[in-house]
């Protein structure tokens, strides 16, 4: 699953999906480029998808953090859905449920204790303030350089 950004902006719903995501770099730029599509169009909302490994305690309660999720022997393949709005922020975890062959079978829920803290890459995607004119109008500018434009950002995604 690529990662996905869904906000709505002055003008209406965006949805923007990275051609790819080959590396950390790539994964990164992601990140600025919904930073800036946020401030470009006024977001006042957003949600981040992203598939993921989470990694979770072992069963006597440690939590090794020397080794990377994707690694562990306690890890868990999970989408999470990551909110945020001027009132505030919302995480919800699914566990993937694989087929026996390795297929998609469905999604599972996940039991989190209550976030205290918000933090990582793909987080505050929104600006702390809404943007003035001229941020946003720069903003436009350097997603026109990008080549991320307002119609494809719009269109009609219900063919999906």
Same mark, same amino acid.
């Given at each position: 699953?690529?990662?996905?950004? /869904?906000?709505?902006?002055?003008?209406?719903?965006?949805?923007?999906?990275?051609?790819?995501?080959?590396?950390?770099?790539?994964?990164?730029?992601?990140?600025?480029?919904?930073?800036?599509?946020?401030?470009?169009?006024?977001?006042?909302?957003?949600?981040?998808?992203?598939?993921?490994?989470?990694?979770?305690?072992?069963?006597?309660?440690?939590?090794?953090?020397?080794?990377?999720?994707?690694?562990?022997?306690?890890?868990? =393949?999970?989408?999470?859905?990551?909110?945020?709005?001027?009132?505030? @922020?919302?995480?919800?975890? /699914?566990?993937?449920?694989?087929?026996?062959?390795?297929?998609?079978?469905?999604?599972? =829920?996940?039991?989190?204790?209550?976030?205290?803290?918000?933090?990582?890459?793909?987080? @505050?995607?929104?600006?702390?303030?809404?943007?003035?004119?001229? =941020?946003?109008? =720069?903003?436009?500018? /350097?997603?026109?350089?990008?080549?991320?434009?307002?119609?494809? /950002?719009?269109?009609?995604?219900?063919?999906?």
């Amino acid at each position: 699953m690529t990662p996905t950004l /869904l906000a709505v902006g002055a003008g209406g719903p965006i949805c923007f999906i990275p051609s790819s995501l080959k590396d950390e770099r790539a994964k990164d730029n992601f990140a600025s480029i919904a930073r800036l599509i946020c401030v470009a169009h006024a977001a006042t909302a957003a949600v981040m998808i992203i598939e993921a490994w989470m990694k979770t305690a072992s069963p006597d309660g440690t939590l090794d953090l020397t080794v990377p999720p994707s690694q562990s022997l306690h890890r868990r =393949e999970v989408v999470a859905l990551t909110g945020e709005s001027q009132a505030g @922020y919302r995480q919800k975890i /699914l566990q993937i449920i694989r087929t026996g062959a390795g297929g998609f079978f469905g999604f599972g =829920e996940f039991t989190t204790p209550p976030e205290t803290t918000f933090s990582g890459p793909f987080a @505050y995607i929104l600006a702390p303030k809404a943007p003035a004119a001229a =941020e946003q109008k =720069e903003a436009a500018a /350097l997603l026109a350089v990008l080549g991320v434009t307002a119609a494809g /950002l719009r269109r009609d995604w219900s063919a999906n």
